[in-house]
C-alpha cells in the first residue's frame, strides 16, 4: 500500500512537473516577440534545442515530450516565426505545426509610383516595364523577402485582376499597356469613378482628333514634384513623358493604378466635353469649349 501511494505521489508530482513545463510560459514578462527561423530539413530535437538556444523556452525536453505525445515530429514546418518567451510550449508548437509563419503586412495604395512603393518596402525591385503593372492591394509578405518575390507576387496580382478583360480590349484595338498607361493618367488626374469614366472619354476623345492631352500629372512624374501647379517652363520639358510637348499617350504608364481606373479606361463614357480642371479642392469641373476652359482656370486656379 506504501508503494501504492509513492507511486501516485511520484505521478502527480511528474504531471506538475510537465505541466509546468508545458503550459507555463519561460519568461510571461517578455511580451517582445523575436524571429525564429526553422530551416528546411531540421529535426524536432534541432528546433527544441535552438529555442532553448534562442531563450524561447525553459528545457527542449518539454518541446521533444509535447510534440511526440502528440505525434506531430514530422508536421513541424520550415519558415520563419514570429515568438516570444511570453508563449506557452502548446502555443509555440502549434504555430510550428500549422506553418503559421511570420508575416509583413503592407498596403500600396492606389497611385503609387514604382519608386513609392520601393521607399515604402526598403526595397528595390528588379525587373523592366514595372510601372503601371503592380496591382495596389494590402499584401503579406515574410519578413526577409526579396525584391524579385515582391514583384512576382504584384504582377500575379495584377495579372489576376486584368485578365477577364483582355479580350475586350484587344477587341477594341488597343493593347494592354495603352489601357494601363490611360489608367494611370486617370489615377492621377481624378478621384470619383464618374469623373474619371467623363475624363476617359475626353481624353481618347482628344488622342483620335490628335489634340495634346495636356496632362498636368506627367509633368509631376518627369519633375518627381508633388506639387499640382506647373510652370510654362516645365509643359517645354523635352520627354516622351510630357504631354504637352507630345502628341499622344506618354511614354508610358506613370503611377500604378486602381481596378477603378483600369475600368475606366475600358470603359470610358460619351460626352460633349473636350476639357476637364481639377479645382484645389480636388473636384472635377467639365467644359465644352477652350472658351468655358479658360475662363473655368481663371475661376478655380488663380
Known sequence: MRKFFFFIILLLFLGIFLWQGIFLPKDSSVVEKKLFLIEKGQSLF???????RESLIKNRFFFDFYVLIRGAQNKLQAGEYSLSPSMDITEIAKKIISGEVAKIVVT???GFTVKQIEERLGLKLPGENLEGFLFPDTYQFPPRVSGAEVVKKMRDNFDKKFTPYRNEVSGAGL???EIITMASLL???VKTKEDKELVSGILWKRLENKIPLQIDAT???ITGQKTTK???EETQIDSPYNTYKYL?????PICNPGLESILAAIYPKDSDYWYYLSTPEGETTFSKTLEEHNYAKSKYLR
Open 248 to 252: 499622344g499617350l506618354p511614354k508610358g
Open 46 to 52: 534541432q528546433i527544441a534545442e535552438n529555442l532553448e
Open 230 to 232: 506647373i510652370s510654362k
Open 108 to 110: 500600396i495604395p492606389e
Open 187 to 189: 489615377e492621377k488626374e
Open 219 to 221: 509633368i509631376t512624374y
Open 175 to 177: 493593347t494592354p499597356f
